[in-house]
């Protein structure tokens, strides 16, 4: 069965570093998605993307963060300046055109920040 | 905006037991879906359930049922027949209907234990 997939599965980086995390979303899928879990705390949203551009993005979602899907397979979410407080499970979604409404999450990537 | 609560931070339940767990969720939308996500330790979130706002006829899937009660907008969640390896957190979350890539908004979860 596709599944979405995240690298890396723990990244621990020093505060003020850049930090990529990847994502590569099922095959046939068009939207993108990028959620941001603080330990102990609910599921926050943070963008979503399709044809190659982001179709919404939250409050959190600020200049520090980016997104990319530079080639056909991957989807990518840059923090350029992290913070204490961008430590956090990221988890990448994907959904079809057909069913939007119906997202596959991957298993998250544990961003920790020093 | 939308808001989604879980009222019961945590719940435990015998295994073999039934449990429900509940939400209620806030929208001025009338085409939307709502959902059951549980997180076991691994911290993956799993889809348990989904809900079309517009169907009358609540869902279930194994021993997963819910109670979807549109103009109360409550969403709760029965576990029949409890196991172990459903001890997690739960979480309840909706998405109003859209034709792009739609947002989901999740509430603050529920630990369930299952006790042996």
């Known amino acids: 069965e596709p599944e979405v997939t995240q690298t890396p599965s723990h990244q621990v980086t020093q505060m003020g570093q850049e930090v990529i995390l990847r994502c590569v979303p099922i095959s046939n899928h068009l939207y993108f998605y990028w959620y941001r879990q603080i330990l102990g705390q609910k599921v926050e949203f943070l963008v979503s993307f399709y044809n190659n551009e982001i179709s919404e993005k939250s409050e959190i979602f600020d200049d520090q963060f980016s997104v990319e899907r530079p080639d056909g397979s991957n989807f990518t979410l840059k923090i350029r300046s992290t913070k204490l407080e961008d430590s956090a499970m990221y988890f990448c979604?994907?959904?079809?055109?057909?069913?939007?409404?119906?997202?596959?999450f991957g298993p998250g990537t544990r961003l920790t920040v020093l | 905006a939308q808001t989604v609560t879980q009222s019961q931070p945590e719940m435990s339940v015998q295994e073999a037991e039934t449990v429900t767990l509940s939400c209620t969720y806030d929208?001025?939308?009338?085409?939307?879906?709502l959902f059951w996500y549980k997180q076991p330790p691994s911290r993956q979130m799993i889809l348990v359930i989904r809900q079309e706002a517009y169907k009358q006829q609540n869902a279930t899937e194994n021993r997963f049922s819910v109670n979807f009660q549109k103009a109360a907008k409550s969403f709760s969640l029965k576990i029949s027949d409890s196991q172990l390896g459903d001890t997690a957190m739960y979480f309840c979350a909706f998405m109003a209907y859209n034709t792009n890539a739609g947002k989901s908004t999740f509430g603050d979860g529920t630990t369930l234990t299952v006790k042996p």
């Open positions: 979604a994907s959904s079809d055109w057909g069913t939007p409404n119906e997202q596959f």
């Open positions: 929208t001025s939308e009338n085409n939307y879906y």
